[in-house]
């Protein structure tokens, strides 16, 4: 054995990758480098959008002055608030409901091939047809009510949950399967041991986009018949032709899937530490 491997510190092997974990520091040096590009692109958004107003490029009732939004925004804040609070609860629970339902379904096509060449074309059939050409039929059948929001929302997150947590299932080491089997592991112990939990990265890539379209599907169910939400003001905003309303609609509209899809980003990593995309920041060679 060498000299050098002797020396070697404790737990530590010449050559070998080892993992660091980063200081306070370090981390917020991370933070600033990865966040100030959609910053500074914001940044010159907002400085377009304030010349174009301020020079009148573009008639004030086409594009308002950002400080005409903003005074919606701080002077009708309770009344943004009132329906926000009604989209993002359609969104939740649509959301929800779309990944119990999509993992579920996941599962069951995975572990059934009849299952899944009789419900996966009616699926992408699904998909395909327009939602927001379906929303009326929702309102006739179920009335204005909540039920038709949340629905949508479901139809239009649904899919990308089902297709990414097949994949992941799919995913699995076919060796890791074999020794599972091979040591006599019960087919529910393999899925909770072994197959879940290697599908739950592809599982949070779909839950990433399917809350920020679940977004989307309340709006378009607002869109078609309510009479409270960001759909319906942005809808009231359109016909009245205040166009400040409507561009705080619609901020206050992408914030919330901004929001959403933090926290879920912010689930993964929590939830996910052990993943080689999370791990390979932490890592650096020594030699």
């Excluded at 002797?6 to 974990?21: D, E, I, T, W």
């Excluded at 907002?46 to 107003?53: D, M, R």
């Excluded at 901020?251 to 919330?256: A, E, G, P, Y």
Aim: proline share 6%; glycine share 10%; hydrophobic share 55%.
């Amino acid at each position: 054995m060498s000299q050098s491997v002797l020396k070697a510190p404790a737990g530590k092997v010449p050559g070998v990758a080892q993992r660091n974990r980063p200081g306070a520091g370090e981390r917020f040096a991370r933070g600033v480098e990865a966040g100030w590009r959609p910053v500074a692109l914001l940044v010159a958004c907002l400085a377009a959008w304030w010349i174009i107003a301020e020079a009148e490029l573009v008639e004030p009732y086409l594009v308002p002055s950002p400080a005409a939004t903003l005074n919606v925004l701080t002077g009708k804040a309770g009344y943004l608030w009132q329906h926000t609070w009604v989209t993002t609860y359609e969104t939740l629970l649509g959301f929800v409901i779309a990944g119990a339902v999509g993992v579920f379904a996941a599962v069951v096509m995975v572990y059934s091939s009849t299952v899944e060449k009789t419900l996966y074309p009616i699926l992408l059939f699904a998909q395909v047809v327009p939602k927001i050409a379906i929303a009326p039929l929702f309102v006739v059948w179920l009335g204005f009510g909540i039920t038709p929001k949340i629905l949508i929302a479901v139809l239009i997150a649904f899919f990308p949950v089902v297709i990414s947590m097949v994949t992941g299932l799919k995913a699995v080491d076919p060796e890791m399967l074999q020794l599972s089997a091979t040591m006599g592991a019960k087919p529910w112990q393999t899925f909770a041991k072994i197959r879940f939990p290697a599908s739950l990265p592809h599982l949070f890539s779909g839950l990433k986009v399917a809350v920020t379209l679940a977004v989307t599907g309340a709006v378009v169910g607002e869109f078609v018949g309510a009479n409270e939400g960001l759909g319906y003001v942005i809808l009231q905003a359109n016909g009245n032709i205040d166009t400040p309303m409507l561009f705080a609609g619609l901020l206050v509209m992408s914030l919330i899937g901004v929001v959403l899809f933090v926290l879920v980003e912010i689930a993964e990593k929590l939830l996910l530490p052990w993943h080689a995309g999370r791990r390979d920041a932490g890592v650096t060679t020594s030699y």
